[in-house]
């Protein structure tokens, strides 16, 4: 946590990772304080679904965009679906186009925020403070799989002529290898797909199950791709431990009750 920062603005609670913000960069990873929604009572639920009043969802996200100093930019998201698709948006037009299937968002345009959504997922923030593009991942399991992030780093290469030595990356808050359990068969992928699985994996359990690692999983990506390692920050929040901050899908019991969503995101203000 030594590089983030919790914020406040009336009542509305956020984090921030200080070096991006010293690069110029808005960013902010939101808790579950401070909204309207009744998830329960005035949660700050950030993501459209339909088990939240569409009203409550757009007062959250105006306190969110109001509290992170970003009122009156352009918000963009995706149709998030545990894929390792990456869409580039274009310019102001595109940023205001409805949301497309994929995981992953790129952008150079002034004033406009990335976001993915989560609620145990891991989000990952990625500036070039040489060119000002930027990126907003949501990693999942499956994302992670497909190596997400490191498509997403091949993009921002391809798109903005970004190196990835002036690349700066941001974990957010996610479910920990403390309590991330999966079975058996999510760890044999993982251990098919990357030499350094076992170094993923702990808790291992006579029927197979264990504990992954994605905060790791995705940090190891990202130095692969060629980002130093002393330029990626870990907030090291887990959202299952600290369910008095983040909603946890997990620890809510997401496929039996409704659970919102926090939000991950950047900008940049040129």
Avoid at 93 to 118: K, S
């Amino acid at each position: 946590m030594s590089n983030f920062i919790f914020r406040q603005h009336r009542g509305l609670e956020f984090i921030v990772c200080e070096p991006l913000e010293q690069a110029g960069f808005k960013n902010a990873f939101s808790t579950r304080l401070g909204g309207v929604s009744r998830l329960p009572e005035q949660a700050l639920s950030l993501g459209n679904f339909s088990h939240d009043q569409r009203e409550a969802v757009l007062e959250n996200r105006r306190r969110f965009l109001e509290a992170v100093g970003a009122t009156g930019w352009q918000l963009v998201t995706a149709k998030q679906i545990h894929s390792a698709e990456v869409r580039s948006v274009r310019d102001a037009e595109d940023a205001r186009r409805e949301p497309a299937a994929g995981d992953a968002l790129t952008a150079n345009i002034p004033r406009t925020l990335l976001a993915v959504q989560t609620a145990d997922c891991l989000p990952v923030l990625i500036v070039d403070e040489r060119t000002h593009a930027f990126a907003a991942v949501h990693a999942g399991w499956r994302g992670t799989l497909a190596r997400i992030v490191a498509r997403t780093v091949e993009r921002m290469q391809q798109q903005y002529d970004s190196r990835p030595e002036d690349l700066r990356a941001a974990l957010g808050p996610a479910i920990g290898a403390c309590c991330f359990e999966v079975g058996p068969e999510v760890l044999d992928a993982f251990q098919r797909e990357f030499s350094y699985a076992e170094g993923l994996i702990s808790d291992r359990q006579q029927d197979g199950k264990g504990h992954l690692d994605l905060n790791q999983a995705n940090a190891r990506q990202l130095i692969d791709c060629g980002l130093r390692a002393d330029r990626i920050y870990d907030s090291g929040l887990c959202t299952y431990c600290r369910h008095d901050l983040f909603f946890s899908y997990r620890r809510e019991r997401g496929a039996e009750r409704h659970v919102g969503r926090l939000m991950g995101a950047v900008g940049f203000e040129i």
